[in-house]
């Protein structure tokens, strides 16, 4: 059988036999020219800025009027924010450089055409003036990590330079912070591109000394006080997988890592990949204190490189050998910002807490921008609230919501309106999370709500769909079979990929305790939390 196709007609061949009657130019007419310009706050320049607009504007309309049959009916002309050429400092001053400008404006010759102008937006920054002055303390909004992302190859004799280069970059950049503001820089991290790109995975004990040489000369780094962190990138592959249990028994903080999980051509997940990740959560739970190796490790669905917070950080060159991105830690800025509001409406609510972390964002943008970065590029800021056992609980900032407790009916909605908050921000590129972070044990009012059996990991994966980061360090029985773990990813990473979200899972299963049963972890990291069973 042999079939034959003419291609496609032309929309201007169709439009030929449409109804004459709707070709008719009355029937569309041409609402806005708008046109854009920028002023300044030298007024004499005003004028001819705008008179060169009216002039491209009525040699536009009589060309249309001249070639077509179509009415333009209003003429528009926009301005950038009137703060940047308007003296705001009062009502008065506004009004007097706005009524030059109508005068400019009414001596304009447009052809007997409505001309419509508008002074641009009012920035946040004027808006946020009138924020609650005790929202604008520093010490409610620090910058949880510096991240930096570099390229290591396999000659180590290059390695110390990177490592001396960077650390010298961070220490400028941490002085000129806190030079130049009152914020809090809490930790450094460095993450390398994959480790099998530099390290000898052939055996463990080559991975090991490799290794261990890094460790020695990150040892050696001066860091005035600040905790270093170091993220070995993701593990590649099987035989890299096998590696990690070894690897972080051995260097815990210094070998944060992630197993990134993809999706195959058919959609479906590499179980192989799945079942040795599992394999080496269990190995660190055994290996290590109350399997607290866990903690370096997490399983990626769907996430994109230059995360700042570990373990699910990574990268693959693919942006730039040297780099560096922001994490905050946030939420006593939040519950703040919920307290100063006398109305539970959730506008309110979410202006309140959107206004006061796009203050510090500003702020601590101004002073990131005022430094000479060099050769590291600036990505952005990952604007999640990321928790910690320091400051409040991310429970308080439902309850400031009007949940009875995290659980309740309308955690998800709650969820959602958060997520929003730091999807919200402006003036700086977004990247990462970006989310809300629920991590059960870095969390003292989520571990508080598993001894009170508020929620569950069903419930966590629920709100997963509406927010970050999954499923983040959540306590499991000890003896949990390795098929329900893989199962729990599994779902996970289908809603992450269902949905377009980056989600992960750092399980800690911990040896010789069942559902319900406290922790007992050591580690000045995490919170004390009742263990979760997977069903």
Known sequence: RVRFAVGDAERRILIQNMDPTLTRSELCRIRTITTFITLTSDQTS????????????NNLVQHIHSNSSYVVQTIRIVTNPFHNYLDITSLDAALAGLGYLSTLLSGAAMEGLRVRFAVGDAERRILIQNMDPTLTRSELCRIRTITTFITLTSDQTSWQSILLKTINHLNNLVQHIHSNSSYVVQTIRIVTNPFHNYLDITSLDAALAGLGYLSTLLSGAAMEGLRVRFAVGEAVGVDAVRLLP????????????????????????DDELLGVSVDAIKQLAEMTNNGEGNFNLTINFNCDSYIPYFPASYHRSEHCSNCFVLGLESPDLLVEALVSQSSADKNACFAAMK????YHVDQIMEV??????GEYEFLGVDTSAAP?????SMVDVFKGLGLPYFGASGTIEAASLLTKVFKSIENVNIIGFSGLMLAVTEDLGLAEGTKNHEFDIRSLL?????????LDTVPIPGDTPKDKIIALMKDTGTMAFRLNKPLTVRLFPVPGLSEGVVTSFESNDLCNCAVLKVH
């Open 462 to 470: 629920t709100y997963s769909s509406v927010c970050g980061i999954g």
């Open 355 to 358: 206004n006061a972390l796009q």
């Open 46 to 57: 005003w004028q001819s800025i705008l008179l060169k607009t009216i002039n491209h504007l």
């Open 246 to 269: 070894g690897l972080i028994g051995r260097f815990g903080d210094l070998c944060n890592a992630c197993v990134n999980v993809g999706l195959d051509e058919f959609g479906f997940f």
């Open 388 to 392: 910690s056992k320091d400051c409040s």
């Open 368 to 373: 990131v921008n005022s430094f000479d970065h």
